[in-house]
């Protein structure tokens, strides 16, 4: 335990010094009240980025939800999923998946925990700056009705880390957290897909 | 290098009072006004004094070591530059390997070429070498979206944040008859000057500030705050020139040369972030904003500063 917790640190120290990682809570302020943050995905450090930026008695509390196809790999991205991170493993992959994905998450959220997750459901790898939705947030929206949602957009991340490189560049990241939304009780999935999407996509810095 | 503590200390201990003088007319003015209400000009004027405290403290401890000191300070003042630059640049996913190679083999290349004295290399090193190398890698990438701008941008963050700024710890490397063993007194001639003139110009800008001289590029740099801050940083410069090699005229006719540089550098890249659709290039310097806000002025003056005294002096 004592060596996990100070992995933890150690983790959380170099995911921000190599990031310069900055957050704006431009929506509401880093409470520890019960939330699902959900953000843009361009990167496998993600989840980790976000979960490090959040202020100490928050991140304990909040678990993000990763691909166990990528993070549940025996050896190092295992122990610092489970150990450090204390991830939401979950299986991806439709078909051939056996277990419902919104259980583990459903079942974190009922012990008490807030979530990270990333709704496009893989990392981002086109020019558009924000893929569509899958339908998990919904599921999730519709079985936690009494959590906020809270956008998180992650600004540069991609560009650290991109895909098949191994050597990170210490680009600043910047994360902008939105304003919660909750689901409506007669909200159906096409307007509460569309609707948190929005409101992350708005958050996105005018850059490009 | 350190043989002159004498004269250094004594500017050491000018600036000190003046950091003192500063932080209590800040002090004096929060309690004139409502001390508890939060005042934006004033509270900003407080924070850049208290960084002012920070960055005095942090140089002061680099020359404690020397040269050794002063060269390491700098590579990673050009390393959170080149980071900010590099931030607010549009690359893609092409141009990671030019980066990378920015960052972890140009860059600490750079400074060690300065290290090593090597006069020959580093002043070419990276407007040819790197200038050649970089545009290749991108372009075994094989992505040619947008490609002379990508290219053009990750050449010009590293001569602004690297090429240009390794020019201050350069001096270093000079060797100037009569001059020997004192050369850290050219960097705190040149900081001192150039940051001096920022101030200066921001202080006659607050006060007499009338005439914007480029309402587009930067709202806050009038005719009145230039006049006022080159001429009082220039006199700043003359009445410095018994810690350098220069007469007094020579000592004022380089500051001014400096402080002129300062300004146009404070424009171009104000006019980079402007073109960005950032006020700041960072945020690490609290009331400053990022560190290439703070060395705008200090990138376009150090290589002509470092050039005027190779020519004339050595």
Known sequence: MMIDALGSRVLCGFVKAL????????????????????????SHGDFALLWACLPPDLRSRTRPV???????????????????IRAVLIERGGGTRTENPIRPMIEAVESGDSLIVFPEGTRNMTDEPLLPFKSGIYHLARSCPQVDFVPVWIENSRRVMPKGRFVPIPLLCTLSVGAPLRIEPDE???????????????????LH | ???????????????GAALVLASVVGFLLKKRGTPDQPHGAIDNLNARIRAWWVMVLVIGLAFVFGRAGVIVLFLFVSFFALREFMSLTYTRRGDHDALATSFFIVLPLQYWFVWIGWYGLYSIFIPV??????????????????????????????????????HVPALLTLNIPGFEGRNLLLIVFLVLVV????????????????????PDVSPSKTLEGLIGGVASATAIGAALWWITPFSPWQ??????????????GGLV?????????????????????GMLDRLDSVVFAAPVFFHIIRYWWT
């Open chain 2, 1 to 15: 290098m350190m043989t002159t503590p004498q004269e250094t200390l004594a500017i050491f201990a000018s600036i």
């Open chain 1, 66 to 84: 990763a691909g166990a196809d990528y993070w549940g790999e025996p050896g190092i991205k295992s122990y610092i999923a489970n150990h450090l």
């Open chain 2, 269 to 289: 890249m104000s006019a980079i972030k402007r073109d960005r659709g950032v006020k700041d290039w960072g945020d690490m310097i609290e009331g400053h904003g």
């Open chain 2, 251 to 264: 000592s004022a006719l380089i500051a001014l040369a400096i402080n002129v540089m300062g300004f146009l």
């Open chain 1, 188 to 206: 159906d999935k096409a307007t509460f897909v569309e609707r948190s999407r929005n409101a992350l996509l708005s958050l996105m810095p005018a």
């Open chain 2, 129 to 166: 070498y790197a200038f050649l190398v970089l545009p290749i890698l991108s372009a075994l990438s094989g992505d040619t979206m947008r490609f002379l701008e990508r290219a053009a941008k990750v050449q010009w963050g590293l001569m602004v944040c690297v090429f240009c700024i390794s």
């Open chain 1, 19 to 42: 990031t310069g990682a900055r957050v704006r809570w431009l929506g509401c302020p880093p409470a520890a009240t019960q939330r699902v943050y959900y953000a843009n995905h361009t």
């Open chain 2, 195 to 214: 940051q001096s003139s920022d101030v200066l110009q921001y202080i006659w800008g607050k006060l007499f500030g009338r005439h914007n001289i480029a």
